[in-house]
């Protein structure tokens, strides 16, 4: 035998042969039905917000890793999740330089700061979007009708503004379900909401494509899927018992469940693997936690909308939760805590 | 007593790629020119040396007796001349002392004899002798001494023996073919563990990749012994003891503790064929069976192949692809890459796995743990890989052990098959349980 060059690793000497960089182009995947559902519905004003969300993200991670001396981090396809994500909260005439700047909370503040991939508490696109609601509260609850004539034809004078302007708003603005019931006790059709045939932000509308995209990750074990299984549940249940004691104070709870943010929210944003618990039981009941802070904000709290607080105390919680529920270890009797 | 669970929880499914050789009978390997025996092939003390340089030896003579309770006498495999004593290399890359042993051109396989041991007069306890003195360790692949596995500490029972024939290494096929080829051996060799533990039954547990094995075995089932056979679902690591004893009992073994403690004791169903074939002899173990496979390999197999032979003459004999470059003693798993091929066959060699430059991944990139929690799906033992890798890179190892249950953790590697950050955590684990174990002595 001639003279060869062995290759020496350790055990295991197989490997499943999925990578990061794999799962995170795969929740780019899943969310494509909702981003293009959102260009069709909202037209070139929401292609922009998405992609200026994305490229902010993008350019943010990649310039604060080269000034921190790391490799840059911007392949591994998780900044372009944030981007997309972060995009699809906003409405659809958010104002680009305001996107912009909300890309980079979310990646320099929700991520960076915490140590990168890995190390983030919260997720970064919802740190980046309440960066956004507390800085310009007003621009991210202009609403614009879905389906409107020109929306392929001209873009929303708001979407352009110059930064530091207050951005023109005209009539053109819907209001959302969400706040259509809170302010003016009107609700829409279940039907209408899951299909997206109503205003909100850009990629919230529509549930269905939402779920497609869920299904798909769930179907290539990429999402654990008793997150958002007990989020919707525990908003169902949750709501549906105050429906049955007053349906006339109260929302049915398919409103519920289809309305506002709730399904982006439980379906791809507090799925965050690295901001969720790590055990079933775990996510169970951080599923369960965030699905009543959902229905509590939205029924008594001051906002229309409750999805984004919820999922940023689940995430804050989450540590906690994976401290105290862990699987009881081969051959012990107690669980240790 | 509760029913059995039939699996365990957790666990993966590796690609087994056991087809290639499951089909080919064990063929008898030749005679290497020179024969390299270490004297440390076990747990426990070495052998001691009782021959010389330049003495002749016979085959099944002793070359080093057992050294204390926890060791076991080696045999000559081949009987030829002591070229000299001197340092062997090792598969963990340490020089230990070993004998080179250069057979007789006219060697056979007559071997010598030594006291027999009979089924139906000895006692539990000549037995056990019988077992250390023939050299029999744990032929899948641990090398524990046997007869000391099998001596039932004071206040304890042993109510059922437990035969493991899972095999759950991808690529092997030694104990499928030791089960469909040597019965008779496994059957008389159940009947001097029974006596020599005192179990009531004994259970033949093998995995449904096998069921042609199982069918067999249960076919030839003795009479009036309460012996069966069951059939668990494949997945890995369904070998390890505690997983086969929760498979077939629906028992676990206490964190820390021994099969005993749940009166079970486990032996691998090769060392089994050993008990049966070497003790009516008296005749100590001289060979094994070890399938030589991967797709580097040409003539793929299952070889009886004579302890000490050197590892660069099997891939000879067997023919290897020129770009080799992985070689493994073991399953792809759980086994050792090998550094250097001047090493030779011990008697935990369960297998050779030869990859080709095409199969090896060139390092993958490692990222950060992202918390995805599929090492806590896989960990057979439902420990937190993740939790623990991150507090192996804090280097804080006595909370690994002492809050995470480290020392549990017995190397199979799930979690690591499964990482999709690529994070080296068994390799951390060991690292962080021989750290424990440096400072817990200190």
Known sequence: MKKQTLHISTSPHLAQGTSVEVIMRNVVIALMPAA?????????????????????????????????????????????????????????????????????????????????LGYNVFNPALVGRAVLQGA?????????????????????????????????????????????????GITSEASDLALGLVSGSTGETSSVFILLGGLYLVWRNFMNWRIPVAILATVFVFSGILYWIDPIEYPSPLFMLFSGGLMLGAVFMATDMVASPITSWGVIIY?????????????????????????????????????????????TSLKTS | MKTAKQ???????????????????????????????????????????????????????????????????????????????????????????????????????ETLEGEAIDIDSASPEEILIGIQQAGIVGLGGAAFPTHAKLKIPDGKHCDTLIINGIECEPYLTTDHRVMLEQSDDIFLGI????????????????????????????????????????????????????????????????????????????????????????????????ERVITITGPGVKKKGNYLIPIGTPLRYVLEQVGVDESVSEVY??????????ANLDISIVKGTSGIVVFNKEQIEQAPQVYPCIKCGACVDACPLSLNPSKLGILAKFESYEKMAEEYHLMDC?????????????????????????????????
């Not at chain 1, 409107?148 to 209001?175: C, K, N, Q, Y």
């Not at chain 2, 067999?216 to 012996?227: C, D, F, H, T």
């Not at chain 2, 003693?329 to 090998?338: C, E, F, Q, S």
Request: overall charge positive; charged content about 15%; some cysteine.
């Open chain 1, 36 to 116: 293009l559902f959102s260009i069709y519905a909202f037209g070139w004003n929401a292609a922009l917000v998405l992609i200026t969300a994305v490229v902010s993200c993008l350019l943010t991670e990649h310039i604060l890793c080269r000034l921190a001396n790391k490799r840059s981090t911007v392949s591994d396809w998780s900044a372009i999740i944030t981007g997309l994500l972060l995009g699809l909260t906003l409405p659809p005439i958010f104002p680009l330089w305001m996107t912009f700047l909300g890309g980079v909370f979310a990646i320099g503040m929700g991520k960076f700061l915490f140590g990168g």
């Open chain 1, 136 to 184: 310009f509260p007003v621009a991210i609850t202009t609403w614009y009708a879905s389906f409107s004539a020109e929306r392929f034809t001209t873009l929303h004078s708001a979407v352009l503004a110059v930064p530091f302007m207050e951005p023109v708003i005209d009539g053109t603005s819907g209001a959302t379900p969400l706040s259509a019931f809170k302010f003016d």
């Open chain 1, 287 to 331: 599923g369960i936690i965030i699905g009543a802070l959902v229905v509590i904000i939205r029924l008594w709290g001051g906002l229309p909308e409750g999805v984004m607080y919820a999922i940023l105390l689940g995430n804050a919680i989450s540590p906690h939760i994976d401290r105290l529920v862990r699987y009881r270890v081969y051959g």
């Open chain 2, 7 to 109: 699996t365990f929880k957790h666990g993966i499914h590796p690609p087994e790629n056991k087809e290639e050789t499951n089909g080919l009978p064990i063929r008898q390997f030749s005679f290497a020119p020179l024969i390299i025996l270490p004297l440390a092939q076990h747990i426990g003390a070495p052998s001691k040396l009782v021959i010389r340089e330049g003495q002749e030896v016979v085959r099944g003579q002793i070359l080093a007796e057992s050294d204390g309770y926890l060791s076991v006498p080696l045999h000559a495999p081949v009987s030829g001349l002591v070229k000299k004593i001197a340092y062997v290399p090792t598969i963990s890359g340490k020089m230990t002392t070993g004998i080179y042993l250069e057979p007789f051109p006219s060697s056979t396989q």
């Open chain 2, 191 to 286: 009947k001097y563990l029974m006596k020599a533990t005192g179990a009531k039954r004994t259970i033949i547990g093998i995995e449904a990749n096998k069921q042609d094995a199982a069918d067999l075995l249960r076919e030839r089932l003795p009479k009036n012994e309460a012996i069966s056979v069951e059939v668990v679902p494949v997945k890995y690591p369904q070998g390890a003891e505690k997983m086969l004893i929760t498979a077939l009992l629906g028992k676990e073994v206490p964190s820390r503790g021994l099969p005993i403690d749940v009166n079970a004791v486990v032996v691998n169903v090769a060392t089994t064929a050993e008990i049966g074939r070497l003790l009516p002899h008296g005749r100590g173990i001289q």
């Open chain 2, 329 to 338: 003693m073991g399953g792809p798993m759980m086994g050792v890459a090998v």
């Open chain 2, 410 to 442: 017995f190397e199979c590697g799930s979690c690591s098959y499964v990482c999709p950050s690529h994070i080296p955590l068994v390799q951390y684990f060991r690292l962080s349980k021989s750290i424990v174990r440096k400072r817990k002595v200190a």
